[in-house]
């Protein structure tokens, strides 16, 4: 079949100018303008996804955003990386075939609750189950804003929505705990209030060697104003972080929490609201999915002494004669 | 160890008369239970036509139990070119009373019924037939003794078969040791005291009933390569390899499971991966992240999974990502029918998901153009950076016929992605251009980074409401399809270039097509063929050929809706407006048979000869001649 050059020439080579490589900063990281409302969390979490992203010099074309729909899902429009935006809940498979067919990119996928815990529930235990190399930052507001206010996975019960005008009656997700449950090996959580906190978490969970997942709670200023205060010292809240072993001897380190230790992260997750902050769980033994795959690639290639694509497909056919 | 020669008549009770009768070609019916290895016997036979001269093609049912239940497989071989399964069988083969009682209408009057005297009392009234009972079962113990039981009535069958057909034990002799290779020395040993037992009943039972397949001259149809033997699901899968497809994500679903088996097993050895997601919607979107990379994934289906695919499918639309998908259509709505044949998903190819959104649908003929047909659903994705579905079906994912073996060294690419610098002028979705994306990891010069969105978007992709905008991309995205109808081949066309009917295919119809025509030809009728692989977007000038025939009967294995035509028939009508075109459909979840098209185009002309000719039966070849 020939090419339809005729009518839609494919692009012409130019000429390509070096360009020198500068360190990412914000200027090189910012995209377009941000579509959020006024005073919405997620303005921060944008501010802060950039200071991680100085913080990390990865190579800026190794750089992936992507996201689903929400709100939040938005965020690949504000970053100047590679990126996109997907459908509704699936960003996390996306990101899967990104992470596993490309082994040397960082991929970050954004996203809401209705993402994250509804549309996207059983992509996100899957992926957590399969500990796909990748982090995902859920931006929760407890709220379906992009849609004006309806109830969300996270609302809690007695939010009154358009869909709950007499209040939410279904008992909520609780995040972490499905996290847990579902095996991802690096769970945290963290609030959009807190700047420094939030770069903290993003950039461990960036360097974590598997499935990262950074719940932050984001207000929604628009449909759910005061959502998280329960948290925010200025607003008469309780800002309480996890306070990690440090191996130390000391007494009071007993009482620490040791992230590797499963059962207590349970425990944190069910503290009620508004819970604690900070890293619930890391787990740094069980092997990455990319890193499973490479090994079953390898023995295959071992076992076919590294032939050649042509090679290896006439060998098949030779069996079929 | 077989003898290659049977021993010498022993002048026992019945002996061969004279010399086997020459046969064109013959279909065999074995029916028994799934565990009986009947596949096997025809997989055999399959691959043993695809070492000789003859052509072969198979068909088989499976029940959609998980085990156990009655179970046919049906194979025709003879010389020349064989299209079809065979409308009826000339013999049949039945190992139990159910198989006897459900399969004897499928047997040609003058067939050849072989029974397995063990299991079977035939009707001793019913003369139709020339009916022959082998003591299968209590041969099959005899010969292979020990523990085995009856296992290896299969290949009791087979050496019957080989007898009784003059086939060439030393290549079947080869195939079993190959088969069974593998496996302990007694199971080989086993096999082939099965079948030298088969292989010796005849001689020392049967009178007549000897036949030999004519000689073969086909001179100018061979490559020079040998043959090979596969199934359509197979075929696929190499052609996907050889495409250079080295990723890919899926769903378990029958009929299509043995591609993602097959792709899961190869695509490590080519340093690829496929990958066995959580349901339908993560495998489509697992695939396109795939692409993303530029690197051409393939997912795939059977209907109900293709209808959870769609709103992916959408945004591969409108991002415009390249992407291959298989639909093994089976029997629908729903779950349906699973393991039967149907071509009803044709309008959800193409016109499923929301939105307009134009993709490029293909469909294989037969076996081998499953191969073919992977190639350039993978050229045309890239070239055109867009999703091309590959409408196959439950009949070619299973049937295994025999073809010469692809041209490797020629075919074969394995492209890398594409991660070379982009200029700064580069743009991912020019207006007058055919979209190349820079895929994660290729360095843009501008330091402008390009997103992919199913937002409407302008050509750096970044949302845009412009309604100007909207129009104009919705405009490219259509355009490239009619560039590509600009380009695709004319489709063939067999038969008179003009006059009564012209007989309209797409997909597995084309073989019992070939065939039909054949016969309306036969009765006087002039008529052509012409058969359709690429069923969106059409080839252009479609319209002056339908015009140079009376009639414009589309054969096709779906329902005729509530408008009175099948799904290919109501978008020919749609596309040319010609009132000429009629539909031919059929939804009894099974192939085509030759007889039903002939029949079908006879509803719609007027030829007493044709007619006439519908009606009548025919006598099977392997019919003993009246003393």
């Known amino acids: ?73 938005r ?54 189950r399969k500990n796909v190399r990748l982090t995902y930052v859920i931006m929760d507001n407890s709220v379906y804003g992009l849609t004006k206010k309806q109830t969300s996975p996270t609302s809690p019960v007695g939010f009154k929505t358009k869909t709950d005008p007499t209040g939410a009656i279904d008992q909520p997700i609780n995040p972490m705990r499905t996290l847990l449950n579902s095996g991802a090996t690096f769970v945290a959580r963290t609030h959009a209030t807190q700047v420094n906190h939030m770069v903290e978490m993003m950039l461990r969970a960036a360097k974590h060697d598997g499935f990262s997942v950074v719940e932050i709670l984001s207000e929604c200023v628009e449909f759910y104003e005061g959502a998280f205060d329960a948290a925010v010292p200025r607003k008469g809240g309780k800002w309480a972080t996890i306070e990690e072993k440090k191996n130390d001897g000391t007494p009071e380190d007993a009482l620490r929490h040791d992230p590797r230790d499963e059962v207590a992260a349970f425990k944190l997750a069910l503290q009620p609201w508004p819970g604690v902050f900070g890293v619930f769980y890391e787990n740094n033994e069980r092997k990455t999915k990319n890193a499973l795959e490479a090994e079953l690639s390898a023995k295959a290639r071992e076992r076919t002494k590294g032939a050649g694509d042509l090679a290896l497909l006439q060998a098949t056919f030779a069996k079929l004669r | 160890m077989v003898s ?20 064109h070609d013959v279909v065999i019916r074995l029916a028994g239970n799934s565990q009986d290895g009947i596949q096997s016997v025809g997989g055999f036979l399959a691959r043993l036509a695809g070492r000789s001269d003859q052509d072969i093609m198979t068909y088989m049912t499976i029940p959609s139990t998980i085990s156990g239940g009655p179970s046919i497989f049906q194979v025709r071989m ?93 290549k079947l002799t080869a195939l079993i040791k190959e088969r069974f290779g593998g496996k ?20 020392n039972n049967l009178r007549d009933l000897f036949y030999r397949f004519s000689a073969i001259d086909r001179p100018n149809l061979s490559t020079g390569r040998p043959q090979v033997t596969l199934d359509g699901n197979s075929a696929i899968a190499y052609g996907l390899i050889a495409a250079g497809v080295r990723h890919g994500a899926g769903y378990p679903i029958t009929p299509w499971s043995s591609i993602m088996e097959t792709l899961r097993a190869e ?6 991966l496929f990958v066995q997601c959580e349901d339908e919607i993560a495998a489509v979107s697992t695939a396109l992240g795939f692409s993303y990379t530029g690197r051409l994934a393939i997912t795939g289906s059977s209907g109900p999974g293709l209808s959870l695919k769609m709103e992916a499918l959408g945004w591969a639309v409108m ?128 330091g402008k980074y390009p997103t992919v969105t199913g937002l409407e978007h302008d050509e750096m992709g970044h949302p845009t409401g412009s309604p100007k905008l909207h129009q104009q991309m919705t405009a490219k995205r259509r355009e490239k399809l009619k560039a590509l109808a600009a380009a695709l081949p004319a489709p063939e066309l067999t038969g008179d270039s003009t006059g009564e009917v012209l007989i309209v295919t797409w997909g597995s119809n084309w073989g019992p097509a070939r065939e039909a025509l054949v016969r309306i030809r036969k009765a006087g009728v002039k008529a052509g063929h012409m058969h359709l692989r690429h069923v969106h977007p059409l080839p252009n000038g479609l319209e002056q050929t339908f015009g140079r025939f009376e009639k414009v009967v589309v054969a096709e294995l779906n329902d005729e809706g509530v408008y009175g035509f099948g799904q290919f028939a109501m978008m020919l009508r749609a596309r040319y407006a010609m009132p000429r075109i009629v539909s031919v459909t059929k939804t009894d979840g099974l192939t085509f048979k030759v007889s039903e098209i002939v029949a079908g185009v006879a509803g719609h002309i007027e030829n007493p000869a044709l007619h006439a000719s519908v009606g009548a039966a025919s006598h099977s070849a392997l019919a003993v001649p009246a003393a």
């Open chain 2, 319 to 446: 991002a415009e990502m390249p992407l291959i998908v298989v639909n093994v259509q089976r029997g629908g709505p729903s779950t349906g029918m699973p393991t039967n044949v149907e071509q009803s998903d044709l309008m959800q190819a193409i016109y499923g998901s929301h939105g307009d959104a134009p993709r490029v649908v293909l469909a294989p003929k037969n076996v081998e153009d499953c191969f073919y047909i992977a190639i350039e659903a993978a050229r045309i994705a890239r070239e055109y950076s867009t999703p091309v579905l590959i409408l196959t079906d439950m009949g070619l994912s299973s049937r295994i016929e025999a073809f010469d073996e692809p041209d490797l060294p020629n075919l074969l690419v394995s492209p890398e992605p594409d991660l070379s610098e982009r200029p700064t002028d580069f743009k991912p979705y020019p207006l007058d251009r055919v979209t190349r994306h820079a895929p994660a990891g290729a360095r843009l010069a501008s």
């Open chain 2, 4 to 23: 290659p020669t049977p021993p010498e008549s022993t002048g026992g009770v019945a002996s061969p008369q004279g010399s086997p009768r020459s046969i």
């Open chain 2, 78 to 170: 003879g010389t020349g070119d064989i299209l079809s399964a065979g409308d009826r069988a000339d013999m049949l083969v039945a190992f139990y009373q159910h198989s006897y009682d459900a399969h004897l209408s499928s047997l040609r009057p003058g067939g050849v019924l072989i029974y397995d005297s063990d299991h079977v009392k035939p009707d001793p009234a019913d003369n139709r037939f020339t009916a022959v009972g082998v003591p299968i079962t209590t041969g099959t113990v005899e010969a292979v003794g020990g523990t085995a039981k009856d296992k290896g009535k299969n290949i009791y069958t087979l050496g019957l078969i080989a007898r009784i057909f003059d086939l060439d034990v030393g």
């Open chain 1, 75 to 128: 965020f690949p429009y504000f970053v100047n990386t590679h990126g996109g935006h997907f459908i509704h809940g699936r960003s996390l498979p996306f990101a899967a075939g990104i992470s596993l067919g490309s082994d040397d990119l960082h991929v970050f996928v954004f996203g809401g609750d209705g993402d994250g815990f509804s549309i996207g529930g059983n992509h996100l235990v899957h992926t957590a």
């Open chain 2, 184 to 203: 302990n020395e007694d199971i080989v040993r086993n096999a082939m005291l099965a079948f030298d037992a088969g292989y010796a009943w005849p001689q």
């Open chain 1, 1 to 73: 079949m020939s090419s339809a050059a005729s009518v839609l020439p494919a692009p012409a080579p130019s000429s390509v100018t070096p360009v020198p490589v500068a360190p990412l900063s914000k200027k090189s990281l910012t995209a377009d303008h941000p579509t959020w409302c006024p005073g919405c969390g997620d303005f921060a979490v944008l501010a802060s996804f950039y200071r991680v992203l100085e913080k990390l010099q990865y190579p800026h074309e190794k750089i992936v955003t992507f996201a689903g729909i929400g709100c939040s899902s």
């Open chain 2, 267 to 272: 695509l490590p050895k080519y340093g690829g």
